[in-house]
Each structure stands twice: as structure tokens, then as C-alpha cells.
């Protein structure tokens, strides 16, 4: 097969280990970096350009869009599952999972659990918006935080009304702000699965070194192999699939009141293969080699 992985850092982990899977496997791969992509837009003729040329045609495409460029990168992911190629995550799914509200809002209309979740445009009704939640500690979050920059613990009831004022008065692109409940049982740790198509094919619990409440491995946690419980594997292909993606890293917390699902994320980084040894990049392949051919394109997820 030809494969392109679209991805702007040819030398990444993740795109040097899924190159040299597909290779391995006999298949034919580019990397094509979508920043560097433009789309020609004509009427019956919408086009792909690289390095001046059309895009050459592909049996598969694998997105890997960071976070900073997502709009930028579903764009030319969507315009060339316009032209019928094969993606393996598709932008509309990309799209929603960079949204936590959006994520939030599916997760919860399947029957998801997820720490409760409040979302308003005003701070003057704190009183009420933290009732809900089960009163201070709480997590103030930006729908769109990535490796935990834009995840704030309030303490106290007084720490939560200042800091929603003033991601109110920062935030001029009109973010969502959701308020959480602080999981304060599993503060500093959380689980990673990995899914693809209906597996977990590796799993990981990630820990914060300090006494940060955030396990992001970019905020220097570290990570361990775990084996999950029957209800968290069923409950991460369950979440993956409620997003519409076929690979997808699902965020669990453990709580009181049993797993929860704090986020999937379309983009998943690899780091899991180093932690559990499990061969994530060939598993990948695997999937694209036997769903590429198939011409599922349609999105059922509905919002
Ligand atoms: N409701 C919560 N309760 C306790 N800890 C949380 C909660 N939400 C997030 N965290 C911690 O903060 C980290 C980052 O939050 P997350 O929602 O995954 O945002 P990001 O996309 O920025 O990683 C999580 O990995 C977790 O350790
Ligand atoms: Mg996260």
C-alpha cells in the first residue's frame, strides 16, 4: 500500500515508529507535512497541493495534526477525504476531541461516566455552579488545554470565583470554561489506554513527580504498565467509538463512584510503547491494512 502520514515533525517518535512499522511491512510511505500543504478551491476541482505539485494519490492516510494546528490540519485532512482517500482518523472527529465541552456533551449522551461537569458564561451564579458540584475543590479547565496548561485546581470557593474572572476577562477567543469536580482521590494520576479499532492495545498509569495534580507526561509525570479492569477496557473502546475515532488515547480517572472518563484525545503520543513495550505503531498499521480498503466513510456520531 502507499501510505502517507501526515505529520509536520518527520522525525517524531510517533512518525518514525509508524514509518518504520509500515515499511517493515512492505508498504510504500511518505511523510507529508500538512503546514506545508496548500488547497486550491474551484468549483467541482478542490485540490491538495505539496511542494508546488498535487498530492499524489494514497491507499491510506494517517493524520497526526498537533494540537496548535488543528483547524489548519483537519482542513487538508477534510479536503482529502473530499477526494475519496482513506483517512484514518477523520477531521471531524479530530475536530470534536480537541473540544472538552464538545467531548464532554458525547461522552455523557452515551452513557459515559465523567466527573461532573458545569459550564457557564458567567461567574456571578458561583454559588449555584458549585453546589453542583459538590462545593470547592474544583478544576477550572479551557475546552481547548492540551498537556495540562489551561487546568487549574481552586481550592477554595473564593479561589474559584477570581480565577474564572479572569479566564473570563483573558479569554477573547470565547473559549468554553468547564468547572469539574476535583477527583480528589486519584489527584496526580491517572490511566492512559490506547485504543484501536475495539481494543485497548496498551495501557499505562501516569503519576505526577511532584505533588502536581496533573499526570501529563509533558509536566514531567512518569509512567508504569497497568492492566485495567474489564469495566475500564469496555468503558475506553466505549468512549473512543462515541468520538468517532478508531485510534484514540483514552484519560481515566479512578474515583469512589468507579472509572471516569476525563478526555480522548485523536492524537496520542507513543511514549506508551517505551512504558508497556507493546508495539503500538505495527498495531496501527494492522488496522489500517484491513480497514483501508473498506469504504466506511460516513460519521455517525451526530453532534
Ligand atoms: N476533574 C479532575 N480531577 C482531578 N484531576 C484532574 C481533573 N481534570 C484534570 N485533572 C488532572 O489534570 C490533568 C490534565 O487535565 P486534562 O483534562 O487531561 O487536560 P489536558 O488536555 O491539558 O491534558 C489530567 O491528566 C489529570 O491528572
Ligand atoms: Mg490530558
Same mark, same amino acid.
Given at each position: 500500500?502507499?501510505?502517507?502520514?501526515?505529520?509536520?515533525?518527520?522525525?517524531?517518535?510517533?512518525?518514525?515508529?509508524?514509518?518504520?512499522?509500515?515499511?517493515?511491512?512492505?508498504?510504500?510511505?511518505? *511523510?507529508?507535512?500538512? =503546514?506545508?500543504?496548500?488547497?486550491?478551491?474551484?468549483?467541482?476541482?478542490?485540490?491538495?497541493?505539496?511542494?508546488? $505539485?498535487?498530492?499524489?494519490?494514497?491507499?491510506?492516510?494517517?493524520?497526526? *495534526? %498537533?494540537?496548535?494546528?488543528?483547524?489548519?490540519?483537519?482542513?487538508?485532512?477534510?479536503?482529502?477525504?473530499?477526494?475519496?482517500?482513506?483517512?484514518?482518523? !477523520?477531521?471531524?472527529?479530530? +475536530?470534536?476531541?480537541?473540544?472538552?465541552?464538545?467531548?464532554?456533551?458525547?461522552?455523557?449522551?452515551?452513557?459515559?461516566?465523567?466527573?461532573?461537569?458545569?459550564?457557564?458564561?458567567?461567574?456571578?451564579?458561583?454559588?449555584?455552579?458549585l453546589d453542583?458540584l459538590g462545593g470547592a475543590?474544583?478544576?477550572?479547565?479551557?475546552?481547548?488545554?492540551?498537556?495540562?496548561?489551561?487546568?487549574?485546581?481552586?481550592?477554595?470557593?473564593? %479561589?474559584?470565583?477570581?480565577?474564572?474572572?479572569?479566564?473570563?476577562?483573558?479569554?477573547?477567543?470565547? +473559549?468554553? *470554561?468547564?468547572?469539574? $469536580?476535583?477527583?480528589? $482521590?486519584? %489527584?496526580?494520576?491517572?490511566?492512559?489506554?490506547?485504543?484501536?479499532?475495539?481494543?485497548?492495545?496498551?495501557?499505562?498509569?501516569?503519576?505526577?513527580?511532584?505533588?502536581?495534580? !496533573?499526570?501529563?507526561?509533558?509536566?514531567?509525570?512518569?509512567?508504569?504498565?497497568?492492566?485495567?479492569?474489564?469495566?475500564?477496557?469496555?468503558?475506553?473502546?466505549?468512549?473512543? =467509538?462515541?468520538?468517532?475515532?478508531?485510534?484514540?488515547?483514552?484519560?481515566?480517572?479512578?474515583?469512589?463512584?468507579?472509572?471516569?472518563?476525563? $478526555?480522548?484525545?485523536?492524537?496520542?503520543?507513543?511514549?506508551?510503547?517505551?512504558?508497556?513495550?507493546?508495539?503500538?505503531?505495527?498495531? *496501527?498499521?494492522?488496522?489500517?491494512?484491513?480497514?483501508?480498503?473498506? +469504504?466506511?466513510? /460516513?460519521? /455517525?456520531?451526530?453532534?
Open positions: 500500500m502507499k501510505i502517507a502520514i501526515l505529520s509536520n515533525g518527520p522525525s517524531n517518535y510517533s512518525t518514525q515508529r509508524l514509518k518504520e512499522e509500515a515499511e517493515q511491512r512492505g508498504h510504500e510511505v511518505s *511523510i507529508v507535512k500538512y =503546514k506545508d500543504c496548500y488547497v486550491s478551491i474551484e468549483p467541482n476541482n478542490n485540490l491538495v497541493y505539496y511542494n508546488g $505539485e498535487p498530492l499524489e494519490r494514497f491507499d491510506a492516510i494517517i493524520p497526526r *495534526i %498537533a494540537t496548535y494546528m488543528t483547524n489548519y490540519g483537519c482542513m487538508i485532512v477534510r479536503q482529502l477525504e473530499m477526494q475519496g482517500e482513506y483517512t484514518l482518523s !477523520r477531521s471531524l472527529a479530530i +475536530t470534536r476531541a480537541r473540544d472538552k465541552l464538545r467531548s464532554m456533551q458525547l461522552l455523557a449522551k452515551n452513557n459515559i461516566n465523567i466527573p461532573r461537569t458545569v459550564v457557564s458564561r458567567d461567574s456571578a451564579n458561583i454559588d449555584q455552579l453542583q475543590p474544583v478544576i477550572i479547565k479551557l475546552a481547548r488545554s492540551t498537556h495540562g496548561n489551561g487546568v487549574v485546581l481552586a481550592e477554595t470557593k473564593k %479561589a474559584a470565583k477570581s480565577t474564572l474572572q479572569a479566564f473570563y476577562l483573558t479569554n477573547e477567543s470565547g +473559549t468554553n *470554561i468547564l468547572l469539574q $469536580e476535583f477527583v480528589k $482521590e486519584s %489527584a496526580g494520576t491517572d490511566i492512559r489506554a490506547f485504543v484501536v479499532g475495539s481494543k485497548v492495545i496498551a495501557s499505562m498509569k501516569r503519576q505526577s513527580l511532584d505533588d502536581d495534580f !496533573r499526570s501529563n507526561l509533558h509536566k514531567g509525570g512518569s509512567g508504569t504498565p497497568i492492566k485495567l479492569t474489564p469495566t475500564e477496557e469496555k468503558m475506553a473502546v466505549r468512549a473512543a =467509538k462515541a468520538m468517532g475515532l478508531s485510534v484514540a488515547g483514552v484519560d481515566i480517572m479512578r474515583s469512589e463512584r468507579g472509572p471516569l472518563v476525563l $478526555e480522548v484525545n485523536a492524537s496520542p503520543g507513543f511514549g506508551i510503547e517505551k512504558v508497556t513495550g507493546r508495539n503500538v505503531a505495527g498495531k *496501527i498499521i494492522e488496522y489500517v491494512e484491513h480497514n483501508a480498503k473498506r +469504504t466506511v466513510h /460516513r460519521d /455517525r456520531v451526530g453532534a
